[in-house]
């Protein structure tokens, strides 16, 4: 079970959400494979925000995530050209 989740908020417009979907497809495999605490990993789009929830066995795993060269050098890279604004970047402990 998740003790913690990080969820990323993105303004994505239009056509703009089909290549973000593939990114996130890309990715979710590596992340589940090769991402130390890494449980899960979902896409929920609405029409004005695009939420990447994250779950992990402890916050710690999550915040190694974000320093990893999958997020920085891979996810974050292939994500720019649909990205509207600056993300919002959240990890949330599980209670």
Do not use: R, W
């Not at 925000?49 to 994250?54: Q, S």
């Not at 649909?82 to 990890?91: A, D, E, L, Q």
Request: net charge neutral; charged share 20%; aromatic share 10%.
């Amino acid at each position: 079970m998740a003790t913690a989740y990080l969820v990323i908020t993105l303004t994505i417009v239009g056509m703009d959400l089909a290549g973000a979907a593939a990114v996130y497809c890309l990715y979710k495999h590596p992340f589940l494979e090769t991402i130390k605490g890494a449980l899960s990993k979902e896409l929920l789009y609405h029409i004005d925000d695009v939420l990447l929830l994250h779950g992990f066995e402890c916050v710690e795993d999550a915040q190694e995530y974000l320093m990893s060269n999958l997020f920085k050098k891979n996810v974050v890279t292939s994500l720019k050209p649909y990205i509207k604004g600056k993300p919002n970047i959240k990890i949330y402990s599980v209670s």
